[in-house]
């Protein structure tokens, strides 16, 4: 009896270490590779969906860039990465969805952290996102920064265009 209750405690120890190994596994994970942008602003990396972490990307209706051939219509933030992002993308994997996709912090380029530029705080300091209430400190100083200076969905729109007096 003794022994079988003992191997019980262990398998329940076991249970619970891999319980508690899960999400830092998927905190560990890395997608790098070419980065395509959905219209939702949601990327496709390495055959993954990755959601920017940390952030909410509000509905700012479909605009078009017609700059480009052909032309491209999608939310302003999916426009804004899909002009930023020339290329590929490195993702540190922070959440993994339901449906299979993952929350991540993305950095433009293919070395870690090479121009150090964070696509969330990107999308932040333009006003084509919101930092969730458990997103990083900074995500929060650069929303204050761009309501501050009515930037995207403050006030400021890039659309804009004034006469020079």
């Known amino acids: 009896m003794l022994k079988t209750h003992s191997r019980l405690r262990l398998i329940i120890c076991l249970i619970v270490g891999l319980g508690w190994l899960l999400p830092a596994a998927a905190q560990g994970q890395e997608l790098h590779g070419y980065a395509l942008i959905n219209d939702d ?51 540190f994997v922070q959440e993994k969805n339901r449906d299979r996709s993952v929350n991540a912090i993305c950095y433009l380029g293919r070395s870690t952290f090479s121009d150090g530029l964070d696509l969330a705080t990107y999308l932040i300091e333009h006003g084509w996102a919101l930092a969730l209430p458990d997103g990083p400190f900074e995500y929060h100083a650069s929303e204050r920064i761009a309501r501050h200076n009515n930037r995207g969905v403050w006030g400021f729109s890039v659309d804009s265009i004034q006469k020079r007096r």
């Open 41 to 91: 602003a949601s990327l496709q990396v390495s055959g993954r969906t990755v959601h920017l972490y940390g952030i909410h990307i509000p509905d700012t209706g479909r605009k078009c860039r017609s700059n480009i051939r052909p032309v491209r219509c999608a939310s302003r933030a999916a426009l804004a990465l899909d002009f930023k992002i020339q290329g590929f993308v490195r993702c």
